[in-house]
C-alpha cells in the first residue's frame, strides 16, 4: 500500500496547478473572514460564459448540502469544474468526469475534498439498515478504500483519510492523471473541511505513484 512520500520531485513542476490552489485558499480566507467578494455572480458572466468555459480547478467533493463547494472558496460561475456524490468516492463516472475537465477544459489542478460528519463514510465504519444495491456498491468502494490506510477504527480518522484515499483511487485508475501529475501538467490535492470550524484543512499532494506529500500550502506557510 502506497505510503507517504519523501518531498515530491515534481512538486514544484506545475507552477499553474499551485497559483490555483493558492488562489482557492485565498478565496476560502475570504469566506472564514467574512469578507467574501462573490466574484463572477452577474448576468453579464453567465452571458460571457456562453461561448465557452475555462474553470480553473476540478473538485471532487461530498453531495452533502453542508458543503456548497462555490461559497467555501468565494467563486463564482464558471470558476470551478464540480463533481459531486456522496463521499466524493471515486467511481468510473467520477474519472470520467475529472478526465474531461482536464482533457477538454485544460484544468491543472484537481482537489478531492472530504468533510467531517460525511454519512456515507459513517455507513462504512459503522453499517446499519438496508442500503439499497446501488448505494451499497458506493459504500463498498469506501469501505475498500478506507481498510488500505494504516488507521484505527475512530470515525474522525476515517473522515479524514477518505479524501486522501479518493485521491490515491482515482490516480490508480487514470492513466491520464497519472501521465499528467508525472509530466507536472496537474497538480492532485486532498482536503477535509472541518463542519464545526468551517475551516478547510490541505492533506497534502498525490504524485504518480499514489504517493502523499506535504501539502504545498502547508509547506509554504511553515517556512514564512
Same mark, same amino acid.
Given at each position: 500500500?502506497?505510503?507517504?512520500?519523501?518531498?515530491?520531485?515534481?512538486?514544484?513542476?506545475?507552477?499553474?496547478?499551485?497559483?490555483?490552489?493558492?488562489?482557492?485558499?485565498?478565496?476560502?480566507?475570504?469566506?472564514?473572514?467574512?469578507?467574501?467578494?462573490?466574484?463572477?455572480?452577474?448576468?453579464?458572466?453567465?452571458?460571457?460564459?456562453?461561448?465557452?468555459?475555462?474553470?480553473?480547478?476540478?473538485?471532487?467533493?461530498?453531495?452533502?448540502?453542508?458543503?456548497?463547494v462555490?461559497?467555501?472558496?468565494?467563486?463564482?460561475?464558471?470558476?470551478?469544474?464540480? #463533481?459531486?456524490? @456522496?463521499?466524493? !468516492?471515486?467511481?468510473?463516472?467520477? =474519472?470520467?468526469? +475529472?478526465?474531461?475537465?482536464?482533457?477538454?477544459l /485544460?484544468?491543472?489542478?484537481?482537489?478531492?475534498?472530504?468533510?467531517?460528519?460525511?454519512?456515507?463514510?459513517?455507513?462504512a465504519?459503522?453499517?446499519?439498515?438496508?442500503?439499497?444495491?446501488?448505494?451499497?456498491?458506493?459504500?463498498?468502494?469506501?469501505r475498500?478504500?478506507?481498510?488500505?490506510?494504516?488507521?484505527?477504527?475512530?470515525?474522525?480518522?476515517?473522515?479524514?483519510?477518505?479524501?486522501?484515499?479518493?485521491?490515491?483511487?482515482?490516480?490508480?485508475?487514470?492513466?491520464?492523471?497519472?501521465?499528467?501529475?508525472?509530466?507536472?501538467?496537474?497538480? #492532485?490535492?486532498? @482536503?477535509?473541511? !472541518?463542519?464545526?470550524?468551517?475551516? =478547510?484543512?490541505? +492533506?497534502?499532494?498525490?504524485?504518480?505513484?499514489e /504517493?502523499?506529500?506535504?501539502?504545498?500550502?502547508?509547506?509554504?506557510?511553515?517556512?514564512?
Open positions: 500500500m502506497p505510503q507517504a512520500s519523501a518531498p515530491d520531485p515534481h512538486a514544484h513542476s506545475c507552477r499553474k496547478g499551485l497559483a490555483h490552489l493558492q488562489q482557492l485558499d485565498a478565496g476560502h480566507q475570504r469566506f472564514l473572514n467574512g469578507q467574501s467578494e462573490h466574484p463572477h455572480a452577474t448576468s453579464e458572466r453567465l452571458k460571457h460564459l456562453v461561448q465557452g468555459q475555462h474553470p480553473i480547478a476540478a473538485i471532487l467533493s461530498c453531495a452533502d448540502s453542508r458543503v456548497p462555490e461559497l467555501l472558496f468565494d467563486a463564482g460561475f464558471g470558476d470551478l469544474f464540480v #463533481v459531486r456524490n @456522496a463521499g466524493n !468516492t471515486c467511481t468510473s463516472a467520477t =474519472i470520467a468526469s +475529472l478526465e474531461y475537465g482536464i482533457q477538454a /485544460g484544468v491543472p489542478l484537481v482537489l478531492v475534498m472530504g468533510h467531517e460528519g460525511c454519512g456515507a463514510v459513517t455507513a465504519c459503522q453499517p446499519h439498515g438496508t442500503l439499497t444495491p446501488e448505494l451499497h456498491e458506493l459504500v463498498r468502494t469506501i475498500q478504500g478506507l481498510e488500505e490506510a494504516p488507521l484505527n477504527a475512530e470515525l474522525p480518522t476515517a473522515f479524514r483519510q477518505n479524501p486522501i484515499q479518493s485521491a490515491r483511487h482515482l490516480v490508480r485508475g487514470s492513466a491520464l492523471i497519472r501521465e499528467r501529475i508525472a509530466t507536472g501538467h496537474l497538480l #492532485v490535492e486532498a @482536503a477535509y473541511y !472541518t463542519l464545526c470550524r468551517g475551516e =478547510i484543512e490541505w +492533506l497534502g499532494a498525490i504524485d504518480a505513484q /504517493g502523499v506529500h506535504p501539502g504545498h500550502l502547508r509547506r509554504s506557510r511553515s517556512a514564512s
